[in-house]
C-alpha cells in the first residue's frame, strides 16, 4: 500500500507561482512512476505531468509545458510540482498519483495510488 498526502496548495495571482508536494509512504517510492493530475469543477480529471521512477523521464500536457516542472527526491519519498506563471485556467484540485510501475503514463486509470487533492486557486 501506498498513502499520498499533498500539501501547498493555495490562492494566488495571475502570474504567480506555488510548489505543490506529495508526500509518498511505503518502501517501494523509488520504484514508481509518479505523477500530477488536476480537475476543474464540472470538468474530468486531466493530466498534468508524470516522472519517471528515477526521474529520468518526464511528461508534460502542452498546457502547462515550459511553465510547470515535475521533480522528485527519492530519499524523501517526495515528489514536487513547481508551477510557475499561473493562469486562471490552472484552477482546479490538484492530485498525486502513483503507478505500480517505474514508467510514465498519461492515462489517470494506469495510476494506483491518489492522494485526497489540494486545492490550487489562481486569480485574475
Known amino acids: 500500500q501506498v498513502q499520498l498526502v499533498e500539501s501547498g496548495g493555495g490562492v494566488v495571482q495571475a502570474g504567480g507561482s506555488l510548489r505543490l508536494s506529495c508526500a509518498a509512504s511505503g518502501r517501494t517510492f523509488g520504484n514508481r512512476a509518479m505523477g500530477w493530475f488536476r480537475q476543474a469543477p464540472e470538468k474530468e480529471r486531466e493530466f498534468v505531468t508524470a516522472?519517471?521512477?528515477?526521474?529520468?523521464?518526464?511528461i508534460y500536457a502542452d498546457s502547462v509545458k515550459g511553465r510547470f516542472t515535475i521533480s522528485r527526491d527519492n530519499v524523501k519519498n517526495t515528489v514536487y510540482l513547481q508551477m510557475n506563471s499561473l493562469k486562471p485556467e490552472d484552477t482546479a484540485v490538484y492530485y498525486c498519483?502513483?503507478?505500480?510501475?517505474?514508467?510514465?503514463?498519461?492515462?489517470?486509470?494506469?495510476?494506483?495510488?491518489w492522494g485526497q487533492g489540494t486545492q490550487v486557486t489562481v486569480s485574475s
Open positions: 516522472i519517471s521512477w528515477n526521474g529520468g523521464s518526464t
Open positions: 498519483a502513483a503507478r505500480s510501475v517505474g514508467s510514465t503514463s498519461t492515462f489517470v486509470d494506469n495510476y494506483a495510488y
